[in-house]
């Protein structure tokens, strides 16, 4: 497992170089995706499947989502439908999609390869686990955190009505 977690840290340093240095949104959000869910394989070499199921369900699935209402706020219309086709071309997937492969390739190896590729030392972590530390002495740290996210919510929402514009 420890070839399976430098792997895919180096799958997650190429993804997040190409987010950084690339100047079209929408290659940088595949890339970032991909960065995830590298970053997701990390958890799950290390022994720990419900941090790396978080990580896909919580950040890679609200970054797709929060693309899309972007899209939707910004409206852009027809004007730019044919600069969209060609961000959204075939040869544009060849490297998030090559690097997803390469991911997935590794997962399906460390799922099913022998016990005695498993990392000596290390046990897995359980929902129950995490709920009971998150839910225990950082009981105040959680409820501060959304009590955070709730007021950011409510900020957004105010500023992003229509009559807040006019």
Same mark, same amino acid.
């Given at each position: ?8 840290? @180096? ?40 941090? @790396? ?7 890679? @699935? ?73 839910? @225990? ?30």
């Amino acid at each position: 497992m420890e070839f399976a977690f430098y792997f895919s840290a @180096g799958v997650a340093v190429v993804a997040t170089l190409r987010v950084i240095t690339g100047s079209n949104p929408v290659h940088a959000l595949l890339y970032l995706i991909t960065s995830l869910l590298a970053v997701s394989m990390c958890f799950f070499a290390l022994g720990a499947p419900f941090a @790396g199921a978080l990580e896909i369900i919580v950040y890679a @699935g609200a970054i797709m989502v929060l693309f899309v209402f972007v899209v939707m706020m910004l409206n852009l219309g027809r004007n730019t439908a044919g600069q969209e086709r060609a961000w959204m071309a075939p040869r544009v997937w060849i490297g998030p999609s090559l690097l997803a492969a390469i991911l997935l390739a590794q997962l399906l190896w460390a799922l099913f390869s022998a016990p005695e590729y498993a990392p000596a030392g290390l046990t897995t972590v359980s929902p129950k686990e995490v709920g009971i530390a998150l839910f @225990g002495p950082y009981l105040l740290a959680v409820e501060l955190a959304s009590m955070l996210l709730l007021a950011a919510l409510v900020a957004a929402f105010h500023l992003g009505r229509h009559e807040a514009k006019e």
